[in-house]
């Protein structure tokens, strides 16, 4: 079992950056594939932002490449989210998820059913 508690969500102007941060605790953090989904009002909860379990191989959904960076640090049992140029498409609540474990040390999940653990979100707002 893992729990994940997310950080660092608030409220930022357009053209702003922020930083998340998931800090994981329970098994071994290095045997888990890390994402960001987030979830908008009325919309379905996509994925931001996946890297794998080495830090190695990273995803990015199209609207965030260039802008967003997903790294881990497996010493500390934390993965970030930096967001940069953050827009009005933006604000959503984000969610920490890890994925089954134990995959290959490069794989980097790409649907959310490969995501067993969950954290309990953050919000991020945007103004203009």
């Known amino acids: 079992q893992v729990q994940l508690v997310e950080s660092g969500g608030g409220l930022v102007q357009a053209g702003g950056s922020l930083r998340l941060s998931c800090a994981a605790s329970?098994?071994?953090?290095?045997?888990?594939?890390m994402a960001w989904f987030r979830q908008a009002p009325g919309k379905e909860r996509e994925l931001v932002a996946a890297?794998?379990?080495?830090?190695?191989?990273?995803y990015y959904t199209d609207s965030v490449k260039g802008r967003f960076t997903i790294s881990r640090d497996n010493a500390k049992n934390t993965v970030y989210l930096q967001m940069n140029s953050l827009n009005i498409e933006d604000p959503a609540v984000y969610y920490c998820a890890g994925d089954v474990g134990g995959r290959d040390s490069y794989y980097t999940p790409r649907v959310q059913y490969e995501y067993a653990y969950w954290g309990q979100g953050t919000q991020v707002t945007v103004s203009s």
């Open positions: 329970g098994r071994t953090f290095s045997i888990y594939a």
């Open positions: 890297v794998s379990r080495n830090g190695v191989s990273t």
